[in-house]
């Protein structure tokens, strides 16, 4: 019998990396995301569904794991970046944006998953250095991820049979990274040239390389504490 992932944002980026990842080992994936991932063909799963629309979520992950008996894994990946400006030029309504996506969504599908009853061995929320960091103009994402990382802390007490953690992947060649590299204003925001540094080097690979770096650690999370943060760029180092 095929392990099973279920995976958010699997249409593009690093979380298509993944799935990419996870159907070479021959699992079975199961996708919400709003253009779906079918092409890839194999084993794959998908409902596609805006994760901000936090009334339709639970619909879509019905339809999407009905009859899953259970899940080896959980990605919980989907994320926006919002705007680079400093925190006093950010308006209340973009910070919103961009926790509805990289938080509030996440608490919903968690919120499904446990009372789907359906055992879930391993969850990992794709988190982010910026939840720690604190570089100039990441307010709204750097907010996001470190409400994301309590997220998940909190969590462990509702999933006491499932290993749960917060890991951030590093840096990925994402199309994100075109914009922040080629449109953020350098000078006022200094953290984008260590991406500029980082593009065409090993120090950021492309999602399809990433996804398999990720898929490689996410076994050793189990040697850590439920709820932790982990860099997968110091994991590295253990």
Known sequence: MPKRLFITGN??????????????????????????????????????????????????????????????????????????????????????????????????????????????????????????????????????????NMLGKLYVHEFPETHLSSLAPGLVDTAMQDHLCDQVDREQFPSINKLRSARGTAAMPHPREAGELIAAVIPRLLGYPSGDFLDIRTMGAD
């Open 11 to 148: 249409s593009s980026g690093l979380g298509r990396g993944l799935t990419q990842a996870y159907l070479t080992r021959d699992w079975s994936v199961y996708g919400l995301s709003r253009r779906g991932s079918g092409d890839l063909g194999g084993a794959v799963h998908d409902v596609r569904c805006d994760l901000a629309d936090h009334d339709a979520v639970p619909l879509a992950m019905g339809t999407l794991l009905e009859g899953v008996p259970e899940l080896d894994l959980v990605i919980l990946n989907a994320g926006i970046l919002g705007r680079i400006a400093d925190l006093d030029q950010t308006p209340l309504s973009e910070i919103r944006e961009v926790m509805e996506i990289n938080v509030w969504s996440n608490k919903t599908i968690l919120d499904w998953l446990k009372g789907s009853g359906i055992p879930i061995k391993q969850i990992v929320l794709i988190s982010s250095g910026a939840a720690v960091n604190g570089n100039r103009g990441w307010g709204a994402y750097s907010l996001s991820k470190a409400t994301l």
